[in-house]
T-cell receptor, first 113, second 119 residues
Framework: DAKTTQPPSMDCAEGRAANLPCNHS???????VYWYRQIHSQGPQYIIH???NNETNEMASLIITEDRKSSTLILPHATLRDTAVYYC??????????????FGKGTHLIIQP | GAVVSQHPSRVICKSGTSVKIECRSL??????MFWYRQFPKQSLMLMAT?????????EQGVEKDKFLINHASLTLSTLTVTSAHPEDSSFYIC???????????????FGPGTRLTVL
């Protein structure tokens, strides 16, 4: 799986959009970009994933650059409950099954009141 | 939907005892489950992949005789830490992947974790 680079920490004001960057310059053509988050002392939570098109769901938006070497997770209106460690993971998708995930150090997002 | 539970949520045991942790998929069947370990201020590390009805596959450096994994049904996997020692104290988290493919590619759902403290 391709390596990812994320800033170790970020602050964001409550109610503002939180933009979390991720670099994955060695990504292969068949690798997807996944985002998970982990609130303190809880299991990780799936947020969103994409291959090359931008994606949006009820939690967030994922913007992937045209060359696919970087992406940005956007939480449109951050709340205090969004304070968590956010992990960007690049990996080959497996249809009908799954592989274990390799977690990096992630970005600790702190939402300020 | 797609809820994974773990039991117990916290356990404290004496050194040398064995501890069993259960991971259940509550509203879906999971052919594959995964076990992770997380030490304080560190990221999750994959320990093993558990496939229903077959032997688990362990990651390099994980002792299979110490961390016994059983995946006897499509909704239950267990991790037994045998002869636990203080260095085994950690946060153990399982995840489950729905059987038969889903609308979301390579989906995994995580349990809430089990905090193990070995005295």
């Amino acid at each position: 799986d391709a390596k990812t680079t994320q800033p170790p920490s970020m602050d964001c004001a409550e109610g503002r959009a939180a933009n979390l960057p991720c670099n994955h310059s060695t990504i292969s053509g068949n690798e997807y970009v996944y985002w998970y988050r982990q609130i303190h002392s809880q299991g990780p939570q799936y947020i969103i994933h994409g291959l090359k098109n931008n994606e949006t769901n009820e939690m967030a938006s994922l913007i992937i650059t045209e060359d696919r070497k970087s992406s940005t997770l956007i939480l449109p209106h951050a709340t205090l409950r969004d304070t968590a460690v956010y992990y960007c993971i690049v990996r080959v998708g497996v249809w009908g099954g799954a592989d274990g995930l390799t977690f990096g150090k992630g970005t600790h997002l702190i939402i300020q009141p | 939907g797609a809820v994974v539970s773990q039991h117990p949520s916290r356990v404290i045991c004496k050194s040398g005892t064995s501890v069993k942790i259960e991971c259940r998929s509550l509203d879906f069947q999971a052919t594959t489950m995964f076990w992770y370990r997380q030490f304080p201020k560190q990221s999750l590390m994959l320990m093993a992949t558990s496939n229903e009805g077959s032997k688990a596959t362990y990651e390099q450096g994980v002792e299979k005789d110490k961390f016994l994994i059983n995946h006897a049904s499509l909704t239950l996997s267990t991790l037994t830490v045998t002869s636990a020692h203080p260095e085994d104290s950690s946060f153990y988290i399982c995840s489950a992947s729905p059987s038969g493919g889903t609308r979301t590619y390579n989906e995994q759902f995580f349990g809430p974790g089990t905090r193990l403290t070995v005295l």
